[in-house]
């Protein structure tokens, strides 16, 4: 009984010790990938992909060895209004037949504050890779009441659609989308 | 007194209506659709254009039914001509050009209603949507588009042969769909 309990002891000390690793959870829903765009530049267009998938390294004694990585089905996009969708999914916008990834691949992280940072890394839409980096922040981690550990986070970028190759004219007020990443991880 | 019902020889004027009717609107419908889907976000016309080819596509399901429930109602004029094999041909596309008309009209449906809302037509009424399935404006729009492409080349057989019967068979095929005994 004591061996297992000092088992135990050290595999805890060992997670302690390195970034652990977090699955996001988008099979319970508990993370988001939303987007915003202005309309005509009278009101904002919400939307979100609803599936995607992902990981991220995070321990909060040594943020800068934290890392992510998100895989987006472009496919999923949902605005509410299947007549929408169905033009943002076809070669106009997202090309998701051609183009059925968007991943975002974090290569550093740079710390501003306590639970904030800055993220870069490269992403991919439409078939175009550029670096980016963009803010990010701890909302909170802890035990969930369910013998897991969580921990999550919110990052909003604003991409220039042209840069990835999307040229659709909208109107001179909706060139750029807002995104948003909202997402919790289950510690592996 | 105008012919309105079919018999065995030819057509009604009703029947005719329907044809030449439904056909032009279904002419228009497809260069309606090419052009719509082509138009860019500030287009005046990018709202309007869609909301007529649903509208219209609407009515014409509807006249589709009403013309099926006549066809029921009225003797078929008998084939011209005296081969057997040409006269299956005919029947079989013609119902194949039902079928096809009443494809468009599902999967345009399906289209439109995939999100639960419903189909306006000109503000008179609507028609409800139904089903709901995952990617089902994908899956509905590819089959509108391949339908309507496939539709409009066997419209070009309908109406080669149509054209056959008139200078080649020297026949009343033709004639009898533009005009009453």
């Known amino acids: 009984m004591k061996k297992i309990i000092l088992a135990l002891g050290l595999m805890a000390s060992a997670t302690l010790a390195q970034a652990a690793t977090y699955n996001i959870d988008t099979r319970g829903a508990h993370a988001f990938v939303q987007f915003k765009i202005k309309h005509l530049g009278y009101s904002w267009l919400l939307g979100r992909f609803n599936t995607f998938d992902g990981q991220f390294e995070y321990d909060a004694s040594a943020p800068e060895k934290s890392s992510v990585f998100v895989e987006i089905d472009t ?9 929408r969708d169905k033009h943002l999914k076809g070669s106009d916008f997202l090309n998701v037949s051609k183009f059925p990834k968007s991943t975002f691949k974090s290569t550093g992280f740079e710390a501003t504050g306590e639970g904030e940072g800055v993220i870069s890394g490269q ?7 550029k670096d980016i980096s963009f803010p990010v922040s701890v ?9 897991g550990y969580r921990a999550g986070f919110e990052g909003k970028t604003t ?30 | 007194m105008a012919q309105l019902k079919n018999n065995n020889e030819g057509y009604g004027w009703i029947s005719i209506a329907f044809h030449w009717l439904m056909g032009l609107t279904i002419f228009g419908l497809f260069g309606l659709g090419l052009y719509m889907v082509e138009l860019t976000y500030y287009d005046a016309w990018y709202k309007g254009s869609l909301d007529l080819h649903k509208g219209i596509g609407i009515l014409l399901a509807m006249a589709w039914v009403a013309r099926l429930v006549w066809k029921l109602l009225n003797p078929a004029p008998k084939p011209l001509g005296n081969k057997a094999w040409e006269h299956k041909v005919a029947h079989l ?14 999967s345009g449906y399906l289209i439109s209603t995939a999100d639960g809302r419903s189909i306006d037509v000109f503000g008179v009424f609507e028609v409800p949507a139904s089903l709901m399935m995952d990617n089902q404006e994908d899956i509905a729009g590819m089959i509108h588009w391949w339908l309507a492409l496939s539709l409009m080349v066997l419209v070009g057989l309908h109406a080669a042969a149509a054209i056959k019967h008139h200078v080649i068979d020297k026949d009343r095929t033709l004639m009898r769909m533009l005009k009453t005994d």
């Open chain 2, 93 to 106: 596309v013609h119902g194949v050009l039902y079928l096809f008309m009443l494809s468009l009209f599902v």
């Open chain 1, 75 to 83: 496919a999923s996009i949902d605005s509410n209004h299947a007549e």
């Open chain 1, 123 to 129: 992403f991919t839409l439409h078939g175009v890779t």
């Open chain 1, 159 to 188: 991409l220039k659609l042209a840069d990835y190759g999307i040229d659709y004219n909208l109107g001179p007020a909706s060139t750029h989308v807002d995104i948003e990443l909202h997402i919790e991880g289950v510690r592996q």
């Open chain 1, 139 to 147: 909302i909170g981690e802890g035990s969930d009441p369910w013998g």
